[in-house]
């Protein structure tokens, strides 16, 4: 039976977040900040109407911020993903087939229907994640993925549609491509954009009829089969298995810059502990572990240095007791004196499922260490994170950027969590 994919987006999501908990924002200009508070990485529809830039550093609009008293918040990861696997969660109760594509977005296929069909399926999804978890979503339906990413874009940007826009297959396609800019492409970037242009092509209906040879040769392989999804032709099949991954990293700048080895230790073992804690939510082991540190390469006029260590671990684990003693070493190697750092990092790599054992001979294995192991990541699921922690991580964290406009960490467990609205 012939299907069509669909694109479900979660808008202004980090946003979107903060709202459930804080329902006094809603109608209000919003915003979240990168790590340390760097930039602008989320905006509410208000706070975009004010001119307020994506990826805008945050000093250059806090005078327009102060302003229109705009209400700012760092941003909080933890909230964000906990959020996102209940979105995911509700969208896999309803649909059969679902590829998880980014923390805010999914593809999900079903059967070619009617346009009235699909809409009114498209508005039971909505209000079925609206309910249960409280994020608004767009849906946008197409005979390929990149169809339904545009069509999920009108249905973001012209609120007539209701959250839902449909593109299907016989109907007018080109004349939806005619006004999307070909920059708006999925796939599309900066640089292919502007070699785009050069050859007269502006619109994502221009890349339609573009040369063939010419855009195998500029835009590679890639962008042949975004012509052909665009032409209505599936080049992407739905992944509904994500690709294993190859490494698993945890870092982030400091909010103020740290010199004294033991700040640097309690950054590298809460790191070492929020990779591994990856690692067996994954049912994965590392093999590897690299250790960087590095200071801040923008401040002129300071002493600069820039380091890493790598270490092949003797047999693959994801215990984090066993990590951080690696990762003690490596700082113990790396580690300075007189320099302002402002970053450690840590990145787990050569990464095998949990149930492949290779022992060794000279490694005696620790007893009891996986019921201890689970004790640990059960308790902080249920509670927040580091609601149990090792000591070596210390307990100010003074290292940490500022929270002073932190939302709350955690929500409650899947099974508690109330209907938000009816």
């Known amino acids: 039976m012939p299907s069509i994919f669909a694109l479900i987006d979660c808008n202004n999501f980090y946003v979107s977040c903060e709202r459930v908990f804080n329902p006094e924002l809603e109608g209000k200009p919003v915003v979240v900040l990168s790590n340390n508070d760097g930039c602008i990485i989320a905006r509410s529809n208000e706070a975009k109407t004010l001119g307020i830039k994506m990826g805008e550093p945050y000093f250059r609009c806090k005078p327009l911020i102060e302003r229109h008293r705009v209400r700012v918040f760092s941003s909080n990861y933890a909230l964000y993903g906990d959020m996102s696997q209940r979105v995911m969660n509700v969208l896999g109760s309803l649909e059969p087939e679902v590829e998880v594509y980014s923390i805010d977005e999914a593809f999900f296929r079903l059967p070619v229907s009617t346009e009235e069909t699909l809409r009114i399926t498209g508005k039971n999804i909505r209000n079925t994640i609206k309910q249960h978890t409280g994020i608004p979503v767009s849906i946008g339906y197409g005979p390929t993925k990149t169809l339904a990413k545009i069509a999920n874009r009108i249905a973001k940007k012209n609120p007539e549609h209701g959250g839902v826009f449909t593109i299907l297959p016989g109907s007018d396609i080109e004349g939806v491509l005619k006004n999307i800019e070909v920059g708006d492409v999925w796939g599309i970037g900066g640089r292919s954009t502007q070699k785009l242009a050069g050859q007269g092509v502006r619109t994502a209906y221009d890349l339609t009829r573009a040369n063939e040879a010419w855009v195998k040769k500029n835009l590679s392989i890639t962008g042949i089969r975004t012509m052909c999804e665009l032409r209505g032709i599936s080049c992407f099949p739905l992944e509904e298995s994500p690709p294993p991954k190859h490494s698993i990293a945890c870092s ?140 070596s991580a210390g307990l100010t964290k003074t290292w940490h950027h500022k929270q002073t406009r932190k939302s709350p960490s955690y929500t409650t467990n899947w099974k508690e969590l109330p209907v938000v609205s009816a």
Request: aromatic share 8%.
């Open 252 to 391: 982030r700048s400091f909010g103020i810059p740290v010199s004294t080895i033991k700040e640097m230790r309690e950054a590298a073992v809460s790191y070492i502990s929020r990779a591994a804690e990856k690692l067996r939510q994954q049912q994965l082991k590392a093999g590897c572990l690299t250790l960087y540190l590095t200071t801040n390469r923008f401040r002129l006029g300071q002493p600069q240095y820039v380091n890493s260590r790598t270490v092949t671990l003797p047999c693959a684990t994801a215990d984090t007791a066993e990590l951080i003693e690696y990762a003690v070493r490596c700082l113990k190697e790396l580690f300075r004196p007189g320099y302002e750092y402002q970053k450690v990092g840590v990145v787990l790599a050569d990464l095998i499922p949990e149930h492949i054992h290779q022992g060794n001979l000279f490694i005696i294995p620790r007893k009891h260490r996986d019921n201890l192991l689970q004790a640990l990541d059960r308790i902080n699921g249920r509670w927040g994170k580091d609601t149990l922690q090792y000591a």
